[in-house]
Nanobody, 122 residues
Framework: QEQLVESGGGLAQAGGSLTLSCAAS????????MGWFRQAPGKEREFVAG????????NYADSAKGRFTISRDNAKKTLYLRMNSLKPEDTAIYYC???????????????WGQGTQVTVSS
């Protein structure tokens, strides 16, 4: 069982930055790929960024490329999402997720955090 707890959300101005964190509970955190998702009001949850178990591979949604950076610290069992050049359309609840294998492949996430709200004002 994995417990994921996000933090770092809040209110930011357009053009500003935020860094989200996700603390994991399992000692085996370093064995699994991780990802960030978001859900805006009235929309479906969507993939934002993913990272494999040892940080050698990352991938991003087109909306995040060039602005967001996913990273992880396996020693601290923590996943991060650095968000720069924020836009009002980035407003959403952001969720971290754990995948069942070392790479994302085509898997669905196995565990989810409770989410953290990000609001970007224009």
């Amino acid at each position: 069982q994995e417990q994921l707890v996000e933090s770092g959300g809040g209110l930011a101005q357009a053009g500003g930055s935020l860094t989200l964190s996700c603390a994991a509970s399992r000692r085996t955190f370093s064995r699994y790929a991780m990802g960030w998702f978001r859900q805006a009001p009235g929309k479906e949850r969507e993939f934002v960024a993913g990272i494999n178990f040892n940080s050698t591979h990352t991938n991003y949604a087109d909306s995040a490329k060039g602005r967001f950076t996913i990273s992880r610290d396996n020693a601290k069992k923590t996943l991060y999402l650095r968000m720069n050049s924020l836009k009002p359309e980035d407003t959403a609840i952001y969720y971290c997720a754990s995948y069942p294998r070392t790479f994302i492949y085509h898997d669905n996430p196995q565990y989810w955090g409770q989410g953290t709200q990000v609001t970007v004002s224009s």
